[in-house]
C-alpha cells in the first residue's frame, strides 16, 4: 500500500507545484527525458520543465497520464490554467477523474486499494507497485451477461430492507410513512435517517420498521446503507435472508409493490433495480449514449456492456434509490467492504460516481447478472425527465422527486404532474406528496421549475454582453430554462440566407403570438413581418442567450454546422428539415462518406426528427439519418413546396417582389432553368462546354425566343458554370440576387439539371426537364451513388453527352400527354401530398412534442 521515493533535488522545494509533484510519485522522469530528447539535451531538469513549459506544451509526465486528454475531459482545469497533473494529484483523482483513457481510477481504487482509505493516490501506486505486480489499470472484457447462470431464489423470498431517509426539518413525512408501510408487506424494514430528528418523529414508524434511527453522518444515502449495513444491524443478521433491498425516501409512493416484487421473484438474477440509466448531468455525451428509443435490456446485457466500459466517462447505473442484492453478491466479500466503508466524498456527484456507479460496474465486471423491472434502458436519465411518465405507465412504484424539486434538465410544463400521475395510478395520493414538496421547496424555485416551458414564466434575465466560452455554454445550457414556446430558426450555414424548409415554417406561425420566433442570422440582414419576432446574430451574446432557451430548433445542416455551439440535444428538440428530397446518396448511405460514419451517426443522434415527403422518400431518410429510426422521419412534405403550389397572392410579399424582379429579367421570353449538382472537389467537377456547343445553345435559344438562367449549388462558389454560360446572356439565378429558388421554379418553362434531386421538387410544377447526366456512372458508382435509378424515376430524357442533351431540348419543350402518365406515376414516388399544407402538418408534429 506504500511506496518510497528519492528524496527531491534541492530546487524543487523552492516551488509549490514542482514539489507537491514530486511528492505525489506521479512524475516519470526516465519517462519523460526519453520521450523528450530536446530536454535531455538541455541539461534542463525534467520536472521542473514539465511544470514551467511541458504542460502547456502538451508533454505527458509518465506514460499513463495523456496531458491533452486530460484537458480535453475537464474543461474547468483549462480554462483556469492549472498544471494538469498537480490538479489531478491535489483534488483530480479525488474526484474519480481518468489521467487517460487507458487508466481507470475508480476501478483501480476498488480493485487493490483498502475501500476505506481517500490517501492513496491511485495512478501513483500503479506506477510505483501495480506495474510490477501485474495489476490491470482498468476492467477487461467481455462483460456480456446471459441469465441461463443466474441465480434463482426459491420462493417465499426472505427479504430485509436498509432504507436510507433524510429530512430538512427533522421529520417523519407522511409519504415517508406511506412508503415504509408497503415496503413492510415485503421486507423486513431498518430505517436510517441522515438528519437529527425532532422529538417523536421516529415513534411514527413503530409496527412498521423493525428498527429506526436518526444521526447526522453526511454521507448521503450510501453512508446510511453503510452504517446499517456494518453496524446498526450488521452483516449477520443480514446473512439470515436470502435479498437485501436498499432504498431511501427520494422517491414518492405512486402504486404498492406487489406487481414489482411478484415479477422480479420470478426472474434469474443476481442483483436487479427498478431501472436502468445511460448518461448523467454534466458528462460529455458519448456515442452509447446516443439513442432514441428505448433499448431491451435483453440486448443491453446481451451486447452493450463491453461498449460502455470504452466511453471516456462511465455513466450506466442502476438507481441506488431502489435496488436489490441477492445471496451471490451478498456473499461476496469485496462487495461486502464496498458497502461497509463508505467515507464522506467532496460532493454528491462523487458520491454517485463512486458508489452508485461503482457499485453497478462492480457487480458487471465480476460477473453478477443485473435485471430491471422496467425491461428497457431508456434515452439517457428518464426518472428526471418526461420519460418518467412512461415509466408510470409501464407499472414503476415511484415518482423521483428531484424531477420537481430541482429540473435540472429544464422539463417543461410539469405543473400538470399530479394530473400525469393520476392518469397512469389513480389511487396514488398526491395531495400527500404536494404537501411535502411545498414544505421543503423554496415557493419561487418550485413555481419556476414547474412552469418551464410556458408563457407564465417570467424572465427577467439581462442579456450578456460577452461570448460563452465552449465550457461556459455547456454549464449554461444545463443551467438555464427552456421554453417550449420559443422557436429557433438559424438561417442556411453556407449562404447566410433565410429561405427553404425553414422560411415556410417561419411563414405558417408569423403571426402566432404564443410562439416567440428567434432568426439567428449569418453576416447577412434579414427582414421578414410576424409577432413575436426576434432577428439576432447567431455569433453574439444574444444570439447564445436565445439559443440556450429555444427548446424547439429546426436546422437544415448539421447540428454543429447550423448551430456552431455545443448544445444538448437532451435539453433541446432539434428538427432537421434538410434541402430537399434525396436522389443522391446522403449523409449515413453515402458512398464516398464511409470513413465517417461514426462521426455522422453522431450528429444524426442530436436530431430529434427529420423530415420526409413520401413513405419511400420516408425510407430513404432513415438510412441517410442513421441512428435515427423510421419512426423519428416526420412524414409530413417539405414545407418549402408550399411555395410552390401556393396562389401568388399568398406568398411572402419578398417571394412576390422577387417573383415580379424574375419576369423583368426574363422580359417576355421562356425561361431555361440550369441548375447543376455539386461535385466537391471531383476532378470533373464541371462539364467544360465547347465553342461549338455554346454556338448550338445559343442558336437554339434564340430561335425559341428563350433564355437561359443559371444558378449554381449553394456549396459551390467557383462559378464556373456561369461564367461558361455568360457568354450567351445567361442570367444569374444565385442565391444572392433570388434566395428563394422556389420563385424560380414557378417561373421557369423548363428545368436543366444534372441528376441533383432539386428535379424533384420540380415535379411538382408539371413542367418538362431534361437531365444533363454528363458522368452519370462516376458519380453514380464512384462517389455518392444513388437512392433510385435515374431512369427510374426522372420524369424526362437522361443525357450522358451534349449531342442528347440538346437533341432532347428541341424535343422536350412540353410536356406531351402520352408523357404525362409516367410523370404522375413518377412523382407519386416522392409526394403523398401535392399541396401547400406541408409547413402546417409539420407545425402540427412539433406541438405534439410539447403540449
Known amino acids: 500500500?506504500?511506496?518510497?521515493?528519492?528524496?527531491?533535488?534541492?530546487?524543487?522545494?523552492?516551488?509549490?507545484?514542482?514539489?507537491?509533484?514530486?511528492?505525489?510519485?506521479?512524475?516519470?522522469?526516465?519517462?519523460?527525458?526519453?520521450?523528450?530528447?530536446?530536454?535531455?539535451?538541455?541539461?534542463?531538469?525534467?520536472?521542473?520543465?514539465?511544470?514551467?513549459?511541458?504542460?502547456?506544451?502538451?508533454?505527458?509526465?509518465?506514460?499513463?497520464?495523456?496531458?491533452?486528454?486530460?484537458?480535453?475531459?475537464?474543461?474547468?482545469?483549462?480554462?483556469?490554467?492549472?498544471?494538469?497533473?498537480?490538479?489531478?494529484?491535489?483534488?483530480?483523482?479525488?474526484?474519480?477523474?481518468?489521467?487517460?483513457?487507458?487508466?481507470?481510477?475508480?476501478?483501480?481504487?476498488?480493485?487493490?486499494?483498502?475501500?476505506?482509505?481517500?490517501?492513496?493516490?491511485?495512478?501513483?501506486?500503479?506506477?510505483?507497485?501495480?506495474?510490477?505486480?501485474?495489476?490491470?489499470?482498468?476492467?477487461?472484457?467481455?462483460?456480456?451477461?446471459?441469465?441461463?447462470?443466474?441465480?434463482?431464489?426459491?420462493?417465499?423470498?426472505?427479504?430485509?430492507?436498509?432504507?436510507?431517509?433524510?429530512?430538512?426539518?427533522?421529520?417523519?413525512?407522511?409519504?415517508?410513512?406511506?412508503?415504509?408501510?408497503?415496503?413492510?408487506?415485503?421486507?423486513?424494514?431498518?430505517?436510517?435517517?441522515?438528519?437529527?430528528?425532532?422529538?417523536?418523529?421516529?415513534?411514527?414508524?413503530?409496527?412498521?420498521?423493525?428498527?429506526?434511527?436518526?444521526?447526522?453522518?453526511?454521507?448521503?444515502?450510501?453512508?446510511?446503507?453503510?452504517?446499517?449495513?456494518?453496524?446498526?444491524?450488521?452483516?449477520?443478521?443480514?446473512?439470515?435472508?436470502?435479498?437485501?433491498?436498499?432504498?431511501?425516501?427520494?422517491?414518492?409512493?405512486?402504486?404498492?409493490?406487489?406487481?414489482?416484487?411478484?415479477?422480479?421473484?420470478?426472474?434469474?438474477?443476481?442483483?436487479?433495480?427498478?431501472?436502468?440509466?445511460?448518461?448523467?448531468?454534466?458528462?460529455?455525451?458519448?456515442?452509447?449514449?446516443?439513442?432514441?428509443?428505448?433499448?431491451?435490456?435483453?440486448?443491453?446485457?446481451?451486447?452493450?456492456?463491453?461498449?460502455?466500459?470504452?466511453?471516456?466517462?462511465?455513466?450506466?447505473?442502476?438507481?441506488?434509490?431502489?435496488?436489490?442484492?441477492?445471496?451471490?453478491?451478498?456473499?461476496?466479500?469485496?462487495?461486502?467492504?464496498?458497502?461497509?466503508?463508505?467515507?464522506?466524498?467532496?460532493?454528491?456527484?462523487?458520491?454517485?460516481?463512486?458508489?452508485?456507479?461503482?457499485?453497478?460496474?462492480?457487480?458487471?465486471?465480476?460477473?453478477?447478472?443485473?435485471?430491471?423491472?422496467?425491461?428497457?434502458?431508456?434515452?439517457?436519465?428518464?426518472?428526471?425527465?418526461?420519460?418518467?411518465?412512461?415509466?408510470?405507465?409501464?407499472?414503476?412504484?415511484?415518482?423521483?422527486?428531484?424531477?420537481?424539486?430541482?429540473?435540472?434538465?429544464?422539463?417543461?410544463?410539469?405543473?400538470?404532474?399530479?394530473?400525469?400521475?393520476?392518469?397512469?395510478?389513480?389511487?396514488?395520493?398526491?395531495?400527500?406528496?404536494?404537501?411535502?414538496?411545498?414544505?421543503?421547496?423554496?415557493?419561487?424555485?418550485?413555481?419556476?421549475?414547474?412552469?418551464?416551458?410556458?408563457?407564465?414564466?417570467?424572465?427577467?434575465?439581462?442579456?450578456?454582453?460577452?461570448?460563452?466560452?465552449?465550457?461556459?455554454?455547456?454549464?449554461?445550457?444545463?443551467?438555464?430554462?427552456?421554453?417550449?414556446?420559443?422557436?429557433?430558426?438559424?438561417?442556411?450555414?453556407?449562404?447566410?440566407?433565410?429561405?427553404?424548409?425553414?422560411?415556410?415554417?417561419?411563414?405558417e406561425v408569423k403571426d402566432d403570438e404564443g410562439i416567440f420566433k428567434i432568426i439567428l442570422t449569418r453576416g447577412k440582414p434579414v427582414t421578414v413581418e410576424g409577432r413575436n419576432v426576434l432577428v439576432v446574430p447567431l455569433e453574439s451574446p444574444e444570439g447564445q442567450y436565445h439559443l440556450l432557451r429555444a427548446k424547439i430548433l429546426f436546422i437544415k445542416h448539421t447540428p454543429t454546422r447550423n448551430l456552431v455551439y455545443p448544445l444538448s440535444s437532451d435539453l433541446h428538440d432539434l428538427i432537421n428539415l434538410w434541402h430537399g428530397i434525396p436522389l443522391k446518396r446522403i449523409g449515413y448511405a453515402s458512398l464516398d462518406q464511409q470513413n465517417r460514419r461514426d462521426a455522422i451517426a453522431e450528429e444524426h443522434a442530436r436530431c430529434r426528427a427529420v423530415i420526409s415527403s413520401s413513405s419511400i422518400d420516408t425510407m430513404a431518410m432513415a438510412a441517410a439519418f442513421y441512428p435515427l429510426s423510421y419512426n423519428d422521419v416526420w412524414q409530413t412534405g417539405l414545407p418549402r413546396n408550399d411555395f410552390i403550389l401556393r396562389d401568388f397572392g399568398k406568398l411572402p410579399k419578398d417571394l412576390q417582389a422577387e417573383s415580379l424582379k424574375l419576369e423583368n429579367a426574363i422580359a417576355g421570353r421562356g425561361l431555361i432553368l440550369f441548375m447543376p449538382t455539386f461535385r466537391n472537389g471531383a476532378a470533373n467537377a464541371c462539364y467544360q462546354f465547347t465553342k461549338n456547343e455554346l454556338e448550338q445553345l445559343e442558336e437554339w435559344l434564340l430561335e425559341n425566343d428563350l433564355v437561359l438562367g443559371v444558378r449554381e449549388h449553394m456549396a459551390d462558389r467557383s462559378g464556373s458554370y456561369a461564367e461558361q454560360l455568360g457568354r450567351l446572356g445567361a442570367l444569374d439565378l444565385s442565391d444572392e440576387h433570388y434566395p428563394n429558388v422556389e420563385v424560380l421554379y414557378r417561373s421557369a418553362r423548363l428545368l436543366i439539371t444534372d441528376y441533383s434531386s432539386c428535379f424533384i421538387d420540380f415535379m411538382l410544377t408539371g413542367k418538362p426537364m431534361v437531365s444533363f447526366a454528363y458522368d452519370y456512372e462516376y458519380y453514380a458508382g464512384v462517389e455518392r451513388g444513388l437512392f433510385y435509378e435515374l431512369e427510374h424515376v426522372f420524369p424526362g430524357s437522361v443525357c450522358s453527352d451534349f449531342e442528347a442533351l440538346h437533341n432532347a431540348l428541341k424535343q422536350n419543350s412540353d410536356v406531351h400527354p402520352e408523357m404525362a402518365v409516367g410523370y404522375d406515376w413518377k412523382k407519386k414516388i416522392f409526394f403523398d401530398w401535392c399541396d401547400d399544407h406541408n409547413s402546417a402538418r409539420l407545425i402540427d408534429r412539433v406541438k405534439s412534442l410539447i403540449n
Open 1 to 507: 500500500m506504500s511506496f518510497e521515493l528519492p528524496p527531491p533535488p534541492p530546487e524543487a522545494g523552492s516551488d509549490l507545484v514542482i514539489a507537491t509533484l514530486w511528492r505525489s510519485g506521479t512524475f516519470d522522469a526516465t519517462y519523460y527525458l526519453s520521450q523528450y530528447p530536446d530536454v535531455a539535451a538541455a541539461g534542463i531538469d525534467p520536472l521542473v520543465h514539465f511544470v514551467r513549459h511541458g504542460a502547456r506544451e502538451k508533454r505527458n509526465p509518465n506514460a499513463y497520464f495523456n496531458t491533452h486528454y486530460y484537458l480535453s475531459m475537464n474543461p474547468d482545469v483549462a480554462q483556469c490554467d492549472m498544471n494538469p497533473l498537480y490538479h489531478f494529484c491535489t483534488d483530480g483523482w479525488k474526484e474519480l477523474r481518468k489521467p487517460c483513457k487507458e487508466f481507470d481510477v475508480w476501478w483501480y481504487w476498488s480493485s487493490y486499494l483498502d475501500p476505506a482509505s481517500d490517501a492513496i493516490n491511485p495512478l501513483a501506486h500503479f506506477l510505483h507497485e501495480g506495474i510490477a505486480a501485474n495489476a490491470l489499470p482498468r476492467p477487461q472484457g467481455p462483460f456480456a451477461q446471459t441469465t441461463q447462470s443466474a441465480w434463482l431464489p426459491e420462493r417465499p423470498i426472505k427479504r430485509i430492507c436498509l432504507f436510507a431517509g433524510y429530512d430538512p426539518d427533522g421529520l417523519v413525512d407522511d409519504y415517508v410513512v406511506q412508503y415504509l408501510r408497503a415496503l413492510r408487506a415485503h421486507a423486513d424494514v431498518y430505517y436510517l435517517a441522515d438528519c437529527v430528528m425532532q422529538d417523536g418523529e421516529l415513534l411514527k414508524l413503530k409496527g412498521i420498521v423493525k428498527d429506526a434511527w436518526a444521526g447526522r453522518h453526511q454521507r448521503y444515502d450510501f453512508g446510511s446503507y453503510s452504517l446499517l449495513a456494518n453496524s446498526l444491524v450488521g452483516w449477520d443478521t443480514i446473512d439470515q435472508y436470502d435479498e437485501l433491498l436498499l432504498a431511501n425516501d427520494s422517491c414518492y409512493l405512486v402504486k404498492d409493490f406487489d406487481d414489482v416484487f411478484e415479477q422480479m421473484d420470478k426472474r434469474r438474477c443476481d442483483w436487479w433495480g427498478l431501472q436502468a440509466t445511460k448518461g448523467i448531468a454534466k458528462t460529455k455525451a458519448e456515442p452509447s449514449n446516443q439513442f432514441k428509443q428505448p433499448i431491451a435490456m435483453d440486448t443491453v446485457r446481451a451486447s452493450m456492456l463491453d461498449r460502455f466500459e470504452e466511453d471516456d466517462t462511465y455513466d450506466f447505473l442502476i438507481g441506488s434509490y431502489f435496488v436489490a442484492y441477492r445471496k451471490p453478491v451478498l456473499s461476496d466479500p469485496d462487495f461486502r467492504k464496498l458497502l461497509s466503508t463508505v467515507v464522506q466524498q467532496p460532493n454528491k456527484q462523487n458520491v454517485i460516481f463512486k458508489y452508485e456507479i461503482g457499485l453497478t460496474r462492480y457487480l458487471i465486471t465480476r460477473g453478477f447478472v443485473l435485471d430491471t423491472f422496467i425491461s428497457s434502458l431508456y434515452p439517457f436519465h428518464p426518472i428526471y425527465s418526461n420519460q418518467h411518465f412512461k415509466l408510470l405507465e409501464a407499472g414503476f412504484p415511484l415518482f423521483k422527486r428531484y424531477l420537481l424539486t430541482a429540473n435540472h434538465y429544464q422539463v417543461a410544463k410539469l405543473y400538470r404532474w399530479k394530473e400525469k400521475i393520476l392518469a397512469c395510478a389513480p389511487e396514488a395520493d398526491v395531495q400527500t406528496m404536494e404537501r411535502n414538496l411545498t414544505r421543503i421547496t423554496d415557493q419561487e424555485v418550485l413555481e419556476r421549475n414547474l412552469y418551464i416551458g410556458t408563457s407564465r414564466l417570467p424572465d427577467n434575465e439581462q442579456v450578456p454582453t460577452t461570448l460563452l466560452t465552449h465550457a461556459e455554454f455547456i454549464e449554461a445550457d444545463h443551467r438555464v430554462p427552456k421554453y417550449d414556446h420559443w422557436w429557433a430558426f438559424p438561417v442556411c450555414a453556407f449562404s447566410g440566407v433565410f429561405s427553404g424548409n425553414e422560411r415556410a415554417v417561419f411563414e
